[in-house]
């Protein structure tokens, strides 16, 4: 059975940094494109990013682009994500994604 479990979510002030983290419970994670989502209150889920099985190809959503930065680790099984400079507007609920498997999500909040 796949599973993924995230971590790393928390409160953060504006400008501050994150990094979440996924880890996958099959040893297919290696060969499965990953994407990190969000929702935030009151709105659809939103792809955030996504990389490629090797980590070669990645892709952001234009309002994390220079701010985010998603990697793997396919030794470990996990998937990271790498906020910077964080916006109250990032507020959500972080979930990562492989093939139709869902985490259970981890909370982020930007506030002062």
């Known amino acids: 059975q796949v599973q993924f479990v995230e971590s790393g979510g928390g409160l953060v002030q504006p400008g501050g940094s994150l990094r979440l983290s996924c880890v996958g419970s099959?040893?297919?994670?290696?060969?499965?494109?990953m994407s990190w989502y969000r929702q935030a209150p009151g709105k659809e889920r939103e792809m955030v990013a996504t990389?490629?099985?090797?980590?070669?190809?990645?892709e952001y959503t234009d309002s994390v682009k220079d701010r985010f930065t998603i990697s793997r680790d396919n030794d470990k099984r996990t998937l990271y994500l790498q906020m910077n400079r964080l916006k109250p507007e990032d507020t959500a609920v972080y979930y990562c994604r492989g093939e139709s498997y869902w985490g259970q999500g981890t909370q982020v909040v930007v506030s002062s």
């Open positions: 099959v040893f297919r994670f290696r060969f499965m494109s």
């Open positions: 990389i490629s099985s090797t980590g070669s190809n990645t």
